[in-house]
């Protein structure tokens, strides 16, 4: 395990992963994650995990490979439910919504697709979620996760 002082800083990273998700960067949001996931010896690894769950559903979703959303969003939510809405300082509770209808949309793009890997249907660029800083002072000190 990694000592603390190895530790990234947590409230940067994981702000880092905010702004890439809001941007749609979601590839660059699952990295900011994972470098925090990676280290993480407490309850926020299994919440890490469901973040960049849900950033890889809408890196899918971006790319037309819905196949992959679809589990991607399911893992996500099952992991993300077991947390508070406010958990970690956000308020996911709009990606949250929207994630159901868009593994809706996906599971539906993926039967049409048939047996090809990705489908060129899209959803708008309006339509992907934002999360929402609520409290900064939710953040875990370095030593608690």
Not at 36 to 57: H, K, N, P
Not at 124 to 143: F, S
């Amino acid at each position: 395990m990694a000592e603390a002082a190895e530790k990234p800083d947590f409230r940067s990273r994981f702000l880092q992963g905010v702004e890439h998700f809001n941007s749609r960067e979601f590839w660059e949001a699952h990295e900011s994650w994972e470098e925090l996931w990676l280290v993480a010896e407490s309850e926020a690894e299994q919440f890490l995990q469901g973040m960049i769950q849900m950033a890889a559903a809408y890196h899918h979703v971006q790319r037309g490979t819905v196949r992959g959303a679809v589990r991607l969003f399911d893992a996500a939510m099952r992991r993300l439910s077991a947390f508070p809405p406010g958990y970690c300082g956000i308020d996911r509770s709009r990606v949250e919504a929207q994630a159901l209808p868009h593994r809706a949309w996906a599971s539906e793009a993926a039967r049409r697709a048939g047996d090809a890997n990705a489908t060129a249907e899209r959803i708008g660029a309006d339509e992907y979620p934002r999360i929402t800083v609520v409290d900064l002072g939710e953040m875990p000190p370095r030593e608690q996760w």
